[in-house]
């Protein structure tokens, strides 16, 4: 199994499920849970499951824990004739390929439908690698448009440019402050810069998709619904005719999406980003609608699993004030507050932890609730301030024998 694309430290999807996250103990009161999976099975790869009329649900194999993604192809025509518009397109492996055979044979399931095996247009919700990684390849076979939002695309090419590159000072900083062992620090360095190997180089060129913008698709009008948080400029794509979103990785059914502070904006607050457009989300949106997710079966019941996600970074927050009231805390040091499995080894799951835990502590630490010293051994580390003391202990001046500054304490 190849490595997952986190040498560049910017892994694709999170920690599965966070289960420590919304335990029943942390929320006693929480609301009854039922999403509903009105789709059956999803198609194998290389198959197609129509789930909407002119709408075909399609799945590629994914070589990291993480095993599957969806696709979508939605009927649509242009000037050449009919063809399908294709939403996000699997990751740059032997396996996607097969798969994008077999649905483009002449004998395939594609070459069966009215639009035929042609393909008009690929559109992708954002720029990690197991969603744009066979736009390339499909945009030079088809001599078709790529579209995608200006920061996706942009970010995509700047990574895909680190390939070959050293692992620069800054990243390497950022990772001790965090609190990693040397050997961990190694095993980055010699990853680093992997990201290009899971995508074919994108098209020189592509169509913007903007927030609110609207265009027709085949018979349907779609809009796009700009998300933050997991990425920095993430397309959701609504049909309110055909009452169906195309949620990307910004709303997911069974797993929570990776919010990551990395080496490049250290001081970065994406949960704040991710929180607000959960919320944008679910007050723009009906609960009615079939949410079309990159991973998991298609669900209905979006409202109660925004507040679900949204819920659980909140108890997140919680543990980690707490956390930070009994010490100050290197990132690794708040582990054991946000993640329920143990954070183990020197790869992927070191780096998702860190860049998820650096996410919750940016978030506390931009809402004044907790605040970053460097110097400590040579680490970061947090101590909590301006909190109620009902609530957190001031430790400050035990700690450093110096006066807090919060006026609360
Ligand atoms: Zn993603």
Same mark, same amino acid.
């Given at each position: 199994?190849?490595?997952?694309?986190?040498?560049?430290?910017?892994?694709?999807?999170?920690?599965?499920?966070?289960?420590?996250?919304?335990?029943?103990?942390?929320?006693?009161?929480?609301?009854?849970?039922?999403?509903?999976?009105?789709?059956?099975?999803?198609?194998?790869?290389?198959?197609?499951?129509?789930?909407?009329?002119?709408?075909?649900?399609?799945?590629?194999?994914?070589?990291?824990?993480?095993?599957?993604?969806? =696709?979508?192809?939605?009927?649509?025509?242009?000037?050449?004739?009919?063809?399908?518009?294709?939403?996000?397109?699997?990751?740059?492996?032997?396996?996607?390929?097969?798969?994008?055979?077999?649905?483009?044979?002449?004998?395939?399931?594609?070459?069966?439908?009215?639009?035929?095996?042609?393909?008009?247009?690929?559109?992708?919700?954002?720029?990690?690698?197991?969603?744009?990684?066979?736009?390339?390849?499909?945009?030079?076979?088809?001599?078709? $448009?790529?579209?995608?939002?200006?920061?996706?695309?942009?970010?995509?090419?700047?990574?895909?440019?680190?390939?070959?590159?050293?692992?620069?000072?800054?990243?390497?900083?950022?990772?001790?402050?965090?609190?990693?062992?040397?050997?961990?620090?190694?095993?980055? $360095?010699?990853?680093?810069?992997?990201?290009?190997?899971? =995508?074919?180089?994108?098209?020189?060129?592509?169509?913007?998709?903007?927030?609110?913008?609207?265009?027709?698709?085949?018979?349907?009008?779609?809009?796009?619904?700009?998300?933050?948080?997991?990425?920095?400029?993430?397309?959701?794509?609504?049909?309110?005719?055909?009452?169906?979103?195309?949620?990307?990785?910004?709303? =997911?059914?069974?797993?929570?999406?990776?919010?990551?502070?990395?080496?490049?904006?250290?001081?970065?607050?994406?949960?704040?980003?991710?929180?607000?457009?959960?919320?944008?989300?679910?007050?723009?949106?009906?609960?009615?609608?079939?949410?079309?997710?990159?991973?998991?079966?298609?669900?209905?019941?979006?409202?109660?699993?925004?507040?679900?996600?949204?819920?659980?970074?909140?108890?997140?927050?919680?543990?980690?004030?707490?956390?930070?009231?009994?010490?100050?805390?290197?990132?690794?040091?708040?582990?054991?507050? =946000?993640?329920?499995?143990?954070?183990?080894?020197?790869?992927?799951?070191?780096?998702?932890?860190?860049?998820?835990?650096?996410?919750?502590?940016?978030?506390?630490?931009?809402?004044?609730?907790?605040?970053?010293?460097?110097?400590?051994?040579?680490?970061?580390?947090?101590?909590?301030?301006?909190?109620?003391?009902?609530?957190?202990?001031?430790?400050?001046?035990?700690?450093?024998?110096?006066?807090?500054?919060?006026?609360?304490?």
């Amino acid at each position: 199994m190849p490595e997952a694309p986190t040498s560049d430290g910017r892994p694709d999807e999170a920690l599965p499920s966070q289960p420590g996250l919304d335990t029943p103990s942390d929320a006693p009161h929480a609301p009854p849970y039922a999403l509903q999976y009105p789709c059956g099975e999803a198609p194998a790869p290389g198959q197609v499951r129509e789930i909407a009329p002119g709408v075909l649900w399609l799945r590629m194999p994914l070589p990291f824990a993480l095993n599957h993604i969806n =696709l979508w192809a939605i009927a649509d025509e242009d000037d050449q004739g009919p063809g399908w518009a294709i939403v996000d397109t699997g990751t740059k492996t032997a396996e996607s390929l097969a798969a994008w055979r077999a649905l483009i044979a002449d004998d395939g399931p594609l070459a069966a439908t009215p639009q035929g095996a042609r393909i008009t247009r690929i559109l992708c919700t954002h720029m990690h690698p197991d969603h744009v990684g066979m736009a390339g390849w499909l945009a030079r076979k088809f001599q078709c $448009r790529l579209w995608m939002t200006r920061l996706e695309y942009l970010t995509c090419r700047t990574l895909v440019a680190d390939t070959g590159r050293e692992a620069p000072d800054d990243a390497i900083r950022f990772y001790r402050l965090a609190g990693w062992p040397e050997d961990a620090i190694d095993v980055y $360095r010699a990853r680093f810069g992997g990201f290009g190997k899971y =995508l074919h180089a994108l098209p020189d060129s592509f169509r913007r998709l903007s927030d609110g913008d609207s265009f027709t698709i085949g018979a349907h009008v779609w809009r796009v619904i700009v998300g933050r948080g997991h990425s920095p400029e993430h397309a959701c794509l609504l049909c309110e005719d055909l009452d169906l979103l195309i949620s990307g990785d910004q709303v =997911l059914p069974r797993i929570s999406s990776n919010v990551s502070v990395f080496p490049t904006e250290p001081d970065a607050d994406p949960l704040a980003d991710w929180l607000t457009s959960l919320a944008q989300l679910r007050a723009a949106l009906g609960d009615q609608l079939l949410v079309l997710p990159a991973h998991g079966e298609p669900f209905r019941g979006l409202h109660a699993r925004i507040d679900r996600l949204i819920g659980g970074h909140q108890i997140g927050l919680t543990r980690l004030r707490r956390s930070l009231a009994a010490g100050p805390k290197r990132a690794i040091d708040v582990f054991g507050a =946000l993640f329920a499995r143990p954070i183990d080894g020197k790869g992927d799951l070191l780096g998702m932890a860190t860049g998820e835990s650096l996410a919750h502590i940016n978030h506390l630490v931009a809402r004044g609730e907790a605040s970053c010293e460097t110097g400590v051994k040579a680490a970061t580390r947090l101590r909590c301030c301006n909190v109620p003391a009902s609530r957190l202990r001031c430790w400050t001046r035990r700690w450093r024998g110096s006066r807090c500054s919060s006026t609360r304490c």
